[in-house]
């Protein structure tokens, strides 16, 4: 799945299924089709059920385009799945969203 809304005040696209090696073309072309927007661009990832290397790639290229653009850019709604890999890798604060990490003991916990 890939969803854009183009609102009055962003552009948020939903991303859903996996994002991983398989889909990494096909999602590539499609994030580069935005990234031109020069509303503050959100991805929604709520949806996301697999992320490998493959789809973290694809979203830090997306965030280094964005930067080079002086354009916004904003990760929502992350999935299990995304909050798990995040923090694997230890990215719940390289770009710079505030997302809810869960503890051991089912705390929440915002980073």
Do not use: W
């Not at 939903?14 to 994002?19: A, F, R, V, Y």
């Not at 990490?101 to 089912?106: E, F, L, N």
């Amino acid at each position: 799945m890939f969803k854009v809304d183009k609102l009055k005040s962003k552009c948020r696209v939903h991303i859903g299924d996996e994002m991983t090696i398989y889909d990494a073309a096909e999602l590539k072309e499609k994030l580069m089709g935005v990234l031109e927007d020069s509303r503050p661009l959100e991805l929604g990832l709520s949806r996301v059920t697999e992320l490998d290397s493959s789809g973290v790639q694809l979203l830090m290229l997306v965030k280094k385009e964005r930067e080079k653009q002086n354009r916004s850019l904003s990760l929502s709604n992350h999935s299990d799945e995304v909050l798990s890999i995040f923090e694997l890798l230890g990215l719940a604060t390289h770009f710079k969203d505030p997302i809810v990490m869960q503890k051991a003991a089912g705390e929440n916990y915002e980073s």
